[in-house]
Every structure is written in structure tokens, then in C-alpha cells.
């Protein structure tokens, strides 16, 4: 366990966020470049996460369901725009059982090929539609280039898949799923996101349309955090997914595909992360509160975890996600280090002084310094007044967020030069126009490693529309939404 402190994330983020993955304990490598392994601590994160998604997944609608790994070669290859996005960083199985396979088999990397040939089976007549499902799982996409939760080998996440009868309910479900990802990141992330629509450069590789969350980290980076697909009739056509319409006529289905990974968890650390470590918003804190008790006799000890061992209880029955951490083997200040890294939202520290004074030290891992870190709060009533102080801390959160994007966002750029040396010098969300052309597209992100991240939504938009392209200067059709991005 590494004791010396982080390098500072203003001097190298990505030191910062490479060392805190470690010293949180959070994830480690493994044999197989690329793979990761999520220790416990980082996996209890997933697991709140999970819980928060799937619970919305299914409040509106949804079921879970789980689909093989493997997918034959050939059905991989029947979409043709899906195969050429994919093929690439598939990995393969040709042997097994100790013998050559006579068809290879690819390991997912995403579910699309896999699920559409089972739901032409399913899918016989507009009655058995629609078809709301959702799968947990591993996939794998042999990346060059990795890093902890933001680009692994495996990673883990959800896809949802969904047939519907109609253009519009497909194109309903996909705005839907987004505006639940968006939800999900203002209320369990603290995470302010702009979202909005995918150039047809940067779309899901056989979509029709694909809608992103793109969030804001601390460096001036953009990190798409969820995506939501309308797949239109593509994947029903390669797969031959037919049904009977009301009217007896045959066409093909419509449907979505929408996904979350444990991306997430790297959007977190960059979001709310700080030079002493993890911050962790309260509702995907593995421990909201922990208890350090501090003695130094036995007597006191006895005295000290009697209190702490009461608090720890109460705490537990407000559903507070409590750890009393009693180590005989580590001094308090070792806890604190620790817990601090940890990004524990509370602290609560009893001395032997406090007990006597009927009272015990809150500490805010939010507020680094000044009045409000710490205050000694009466015991009584203690425990029933933290599930308020928890939500104030989330929603704090969320503010500063919102806050950052909005200082790191500009909106007036006058020329292709003025946004160079802006995100040269500050990188941020750049909203600019743009004039439709692949050819600006391409030059902003060979040329300054911009890429337009989406065409915002409405809300997201600038009061003045800007009318020029900020690559070309010509007369602009849209605004973009232009960052660097992870
Ligand atoms: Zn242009």
C-alpha cells in the first residue's frame, strides 16, 4: 500500500488518476495486458451502480435476460456496416476442445449479432411486441491502447435491447434510455452531462442514430459516459426479423440498443477526484460514513468502541452504509489517510475527550481546509441528522459540477485560430458552428484533437446560434459541441 502522497492534478493528471486507480484500491493489472482486475472496494462501486441503473431499467419497463458469449464468425459479418465497425477488435477462438473449430467463434463485443437471431424467433406479430430487454455483462474489444475503466480489454456493462413496431417508438425508447442515463448521472453521479446527437462520423457502427452523455472531466477532457442507439430496421434486416402488422401486412422491426460500462467509475475518479484522492458521491459511496474511534490505553479503548459500536448501529438502522474501523494494527491517522483516499463522504472520529463532552468530530471529505471540514456534533440526534447531511453532499456535487462544465465552456469562438489557442491553452467544451462538412470534422480532430462530442440538445444550446463554421467559415447548419476527449 503506497503511503507517500498522489502526484498533484495539476501537475500530471494522468500520473494522478493512474496512481489513485492503485492507491484506492480500486483495480490492479493482470497477466493479459489490457484486463483488469476490479478489487473489491472498486467492484462494491459497480455493484451501487448497478443497482441504481437496473432499478430504473426495470421501473420502465425492462427485463433482464443473458445471452452466450460466443457468437459464430458469420453472424458477426451479416451486418455489413456493424462487421466493418467491430471485426477489427474482435478476438477470435479458433481451437477448443482441443481442436480446430470448423467455424470460429468471436467473443462479444457487444450483443447485437447475437441476441437479433433469437428475436426472429420470438417476434412473430405486433402482439409480442415490444420486446424491452436488458443484459449485464462482460465483452471484449482488443483495444491497442488501455487504461483502467476508461479502455480495458473486458470490461463490464449493461446493453439493452429493444424491437418495437414503429419509427417513432423506436425512436422513443432510444430518447428514453438517454434521458435515464442522464438522470442516473445527475442524481447517483453528481455528474452535469450535455447530451445530444452523434455526427453520422462518430455513430455506433450500424446505427441509424446514436445519442451520447458526454461529461466534463477535471483535466478539460470530454468522456462519453452512455450511448443510446436507434438501430432503425437494420439489424431486422440483416437477421430477417419480420412480424405481422395489425393489418396483416409483414414488416420488418425497429429497434434500439443502449449501453453503460464501468467507464463510469473512471468518470467518477476525474470528476470529483482531488490531489488527496477518490471523492465519492453518497449514493455510490461503498461506505458513506466510517467510525474511527481513537484510545490510547485498553481502558479507553473499551470505553471508546462501546460509544462507536452504538453509533456504528444507529447509523445502520437509518440505512447509513457505515464502517466502523476498530484496526488494533493501524493508528488514527493512518485511518484517516486511508479513508480520505478512499474518498469516504463522512468521517466520524470519538475520542475518549468526546465521550466526556457527550459529543464526536464530523469530518467532510469534500471541504479540504477551513471551518467547515470539521465540527463537533452532539451525539444525541447524531445519526438521525447524517441521511439529510448526505443528501446536502450529493447534491453539493452535482452543483460543483455543473459549475465546472459551465466555467471550462465557451461559446463566442470568432475563429478557427481562436479556438486553437483556446483549447490549447484551457481545453474545455468548445460550442461552435459547424457546417456539416467530415471535412471540418476531420481537419478539427487531425489538426487540434478536437472532435465534435454531439450536436448538443436544445437546452444545451447557445442563446446566438453561432451562423459560421468555426473550421471552414462558412454559413454553419448547426452548433457542436467540440472537446478533446477521452
Ligand atoms: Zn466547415
Known amino acids: 500500500m503506497a503511503k ?49 441503473l437496473d432499478r430504473m431499467f426495470k421501473d420502465t419497463g425492462h427485463e433482464n435476460a443473458y445471452f452466450p458469449l460466443f457468437l459464430p464468425k458469420s453472424a458477426l459479418d451479416r451486418e455489413a456496416d456493424h462487421v ?18 470448423e467455424e470460429p467463434l468471436v467473443v462479444r463485443p457487444t450483443s447485437e449479432a ?30 491497442l491502447r488501455t487504461r483502467p475503466f476508461l479502455r480495458t480489454t473486458e470490461f463490464l456493462w449493461q446493453e439493452g435491447h429493444t424491437a418495437h413496431a414503429t419509427d417513432e417508438e423506436a425512436e422513443e425508447e432510444a430518447r428514453r434510455m438517454l434521458g435515464v442515463y442522464r438522470t442516473f448521472m445527475d442524481e447517483h453521479m453528481g455528474l452535469a452531462v450535455v447530451t445530444g446527437e452523434k455526427t453520422p462520423d462518430e455513430r455506433f457502427a450500424g446505427a441509424k442514430r446514436t445519442y451520447a452523455t458526454e461529461a466534463l472531466m477535471k483535466d478539460g477532457k470530454a468522456l ?38 464501468t467507464r463510469l467509475i473512471g468518470a467518477l475518479i476525474m470528476t470529483h477526484g482531488d490531489d488527496q484522492g477518490l471523492v465519492l458521491p453518497p449514493r455510490l459511496a461503498p461506505f458513506q460514513v466510517v467510525i474511527v474511534p481513537i484510545w490510547k490505553s485498553d481502558e479507553e479503548r473499551a470505553r471508546v468502541m462501546d460509544t462507536a459500536c452504538r ?24 485511518k484517516f489517510y486511508e479513508w480520505e483516499r478512499k474518498g469516504v463522504p463522512l468521517r466520524i472520529e470519538i475520542g475518549p475527550r468526546d465521550i466526556e463532552a457527550g459529543q464526536a468530530v464530523l469530518v467532510r471529505r469534500l471541504v479540504l481546509e477551513g471551518q467547515d471540514r470539521k465540527a463537533a456534533t452532539g451525539l444525541d440526534g447524531l445519526s438521525e441528522s447524517v441521511p439529510a447531511l448526505l443528501d446536502e453532499i450529493q447534491s453539493s456535487m452535482l452543483e460543483a459540477s455543473r459549475a465546472r ?5 465557451r461559446r463566442d469562438f470568432g475563429s478557427y ?26 481537419r478539427g480532430k487531425e489538426d487540434l484533437k478536437v472532435t465534435i ?13 453561432p451562423t459560421r463554421c468555426v473550421v471552414c467559415d462558412q454559413p454553419s447548419t448547426t452548433e457542436a459541441l467540440w472537446a478533446r476527449a477521452y
Open 4 to 52: 507517500q502522497g498522489l502526484t498533484p492534478q495539476g501537475e500530471d493528471f494522468s500520473a494522478w488518476y493512474n496512481e489513485i486507480v492503485q492507491a484506492a484500491e480500486l483495480a490492479s493489472h493482470s497477466q493479459v495486458r489490457g484486463c483488469m482486475v476490479v478489487r473489491p472496494y472498486g467492484y462494491r462501486i459497480w455493484e451501487l451502480i448497478q443497482a441504481g
Open 84 to 101: 466493418e465497425g467491430f471485426a477489427p477488435e474482435t478476438a477470435v477462438v479458433t481451437h477448443a476442445g482441443g481442436r480446430e473449430l
Open 114 to 143: 447475437i441476441i437479433w437471431p433469437i428475436l426472429a424467433d420470438w417476434i412473430q406479430s405486433y402482439r409480442d411486441l415490444p420486446v424491452l430487454l436488458n443484459q449485464w455483462a462482460n465483452v471484449v474489444r482488443w483495444e
Open 224 to 261: 462519453q459516459a452512455g450511448t443510446s442507439h436507434h438501430l432503425g430496421q437494420n439489424f431486422a434486416r440483416a437477421f430477417d426479423v419480420q412480424f405481422q402488422t395489425e393489418h396483416g401486412e409483414h414488416d420488418y422491426v425497429w429497434s434500439t440498443s443502449w449501453g453503460v460500462s
Open 311 to 334: 453509533l456504528e448501529l444507529e447509523l445502520g438502522e437509518m440505512g447509513v452504509r457505515v464502517k466502523l474501523d476498530g484496526r488494533e494494527t493501524h493508528n488514527p491517522g493512518a
Open 405 to 409: 462544465r459551465e466555467a471550462s465552456s
Open 417 to 442: 485560430e481562436d479556438l486553437r489557442s483556446w483549447i490549447e491553452e484551457s481545453p474545455g467544451f468548445a460550442f461552435a458552428g459547424w457546417c456539416g462538412g467530415v471535412e471540418c470534422a476531420r
Open 453 to 465: 462530442r454531439v450536436i448538443p440538445d436544445e437546452e444545451f444550446r447557445s442563446d446566438d446560434v
